[in-house]
């Protein structure tokens, strides 16, 4: 069963990444936006093949090592409106260091159940967790409460596990072009910066260090970057050429 959904667009994947996915973003609003956004309909399909009456997924903030709800589905303003919480306590807690799928038949009687008057409110009952992985590194906990205590099957418990999967999935695939495209600036950035040297070197009679040093004391007094110097001399270089 497949879980894609084609709600993601570029940008907002893109959006994302610029935003540093891992650390300090859950005081972040247009980056709490673009997720919710990308995971919604991953969610909700979820909750909706489960039989699920709410259905969470809380992502890490390593700077503040805590979790904290990025999107849901059927989850009521109440329940959104609980404080995030350290990941080293509650169920999410346990899951993200056992790194393995929890499974509570009421959790108004767990004791690590941080939330019982909320659940009895709310009428949730069973819970089904799991780690969202990116190889070894939890970076979040899927959850999926249901309105009546029941045993969740092998091949629920599969499903389950395979929308973590693919969340992760997701995440791991951007990160991974993004650290493709930042090495494709540096090896730009490389380039920039050779060619404007030897048009110093050229032009300047300098050698390499001088020209080095005179593109960085240029970058620093007039505040922008290396490469935008360095592209800079190499236009002024090609129309005085032409």
């Known amino acids: 069963m497949s879980f894609q959904s084609n709600a993601v667009s570029r940008a907002e994947l893109e959006e994302i990444n610029r935003g540093t996915l891992f650390s300090g973003i859950s005081n972040n609003v247009i980056l709490k936006n673009c997720l919710q956004k990308a995971f919604q309909p991953i969610v909700t399909m979820a909750a909706r093949t489960l039989s699920l009456k709410t259905c969470s997924l809380l992502l890490i903030d390593s700077a503040k090592d805590e979790f904290w709800i990025c999107t849901s589905h059927a989850a009521s303003a109440f329940y959104l409106r609980k404080p995030n919480i350290k990941i080293s306590e509650g169920i999410s807690g346990r899951v993200f260091k056992e790194k393995r799928t929890l499974e509570f038949f009421d959790v108004a009687t767990e004791k690590d159940y941080r939330y019982k008057q909320l659940a009895r409110v ?3 009952k069973s819970l089904l967790s799991t780690p969202v992985q990116i190889g070894p590194q939890v970076i979040g ?83 922008q970057p290396l490469a935008e110097i360095a592209r800079n001399i190499i236009d002024g270089h090609t129309l005085t050429a032409s």
Do not use: C, P, W
Request: aromatic share 6%; no cysteine; glycine share 6%.
């Open 122 to 124: 709310e009428g949730l």
């Open 141 to 223: 906990v899927l959850h999926g409460y249901s309105g009546e205590r029941r045993k969740f099957s092998a091949e629920e418990i599969s499903t389950f596990e395979a929308v973590a999967g693919q969340i992760a999935m997701v995440i791991e695939n951007e990160l991974l072009r993004e650290e493709n495209a930042a090495l494709r600036f540096r090896f730009k950035r490389a380039e920039l910066v050779d060619q404007a040297k030897a048009i110093l070197m050229e032009k300047k009679g300098l050698n390499e260090e001088e020209a080095y040093r005179l593109l960085r004391k240029t970058s620093m007094e007039n505040q």
